[in-house]
């Protein structure tokens, strides 16, 4: 059964870059079936997706944090990875990563979730 | 603000049917599917109907939904004390090289 792990630290300093990792488990990463995803809730608020990357490398990003955001694949290590510069206190959330199956060529939900990790911007 | 519109909350007594809507637009419902998941505090989120009416294995089926247009719904009928959780929908949008847009989320209190 596939599983997703995300690790990084849990505190990070304002305008500093927060990265965090995700390892897949019970599963290859290199799957031409699935993207593979990062999504944030902060506190008191809603989801919201941060980007996906395919295993060969190409990636979605949301537009709101384009010009923050970057997100890489280790397919030896079956691990995805996000980094997020210049954070502020609006960067604190819990960060998931999860499973983006493609279908018909197509993103199609996000099927199987780490259980997220909580990271807080503070000086 | 969130890209999908859903309502903050809604309500119902045990055994009773709930709907949730999700308003998009052209670019995302009105051309992808729409998706729904449950959220409960403290644990990852589940899906719940992927491709707008389908159920992946282990969803009971009181759990539905439907799209016209560019508006998605949940339904959940037989309401139990366990439905009560936060519920959000999303949708692929097509829009600034395509990304994922999610609605605001809906609190569901059973009552």
């Known amino acids: 059964q596939l599983q997703l792990q995300e690790s990084g630290p849990g505190l990070v300093k304002p305008s500093e870059t927060l990265s965090l990792t995700c390892t897949v488990s019970?599963?290859?990463?290199?799957?031409?079936?699935?993207?593979w995803d990062w999504i944030r809730q902060s506190p008191g608020k809603g989801l919201e997706w941060i980007g996906s990357i395919y295993y060969r490398g190409g990636t979605y990003y949301n537009p709101s944090l384009k010009s923050r955001v970057t997100i890489s694949v280790d397919t030896s290590m079956n691990q995805f990875s996000l980094k997020l510069t210049s954070v502020t206190a609006a960067d604190t959330a819990i960060y998931y990563c999860a499973r983006d199956p493609i279908s018909s060529g197509w993103h199609d939900s996000f099927d199987i979730w780490g259980q997220g990790t909580m990271v807080t911007v503070f000086s | 603000q969130s890209v999908l519109t859903q309502p903050p909350s809604v309500s119902g007594t045990p055994g009773q049917r709930v709907t949730i809507s999700c308003s998009g637009s052209s670019s995302n419902i009105g051309s992808c599917p729409v998706n729904w998941y449950q959220h409960l505090p403290g644990t990852a989120p589940k899906l719940l109907i992927y491709?707008?009416?389908e159920r992946p294995s282990g969803v009971p089926d009181r759990f539905s939904g439907s799209k016209s247009g560019t508006s998605g719904s949940l339904a959940i009928s037989g309401l139990q004390s366990e439905d009560e959780a936060d519920y959000y929908c999303?949708?692929?949008?097509?829009?600034?090289?395509?990304?994922?847009?999610f609605g605001g989320g809906t609190k569901l209190t059973v009552l």
């Open positions: 019970g599963g290859s990463i290199s799957s031409s079936s699935h993207y």
């Open positions: 999303a949708a692929w949008d097509d829009s600034l090289n395509g990304h994922w847009v």
């Open positions: 491709n707008n009416n």
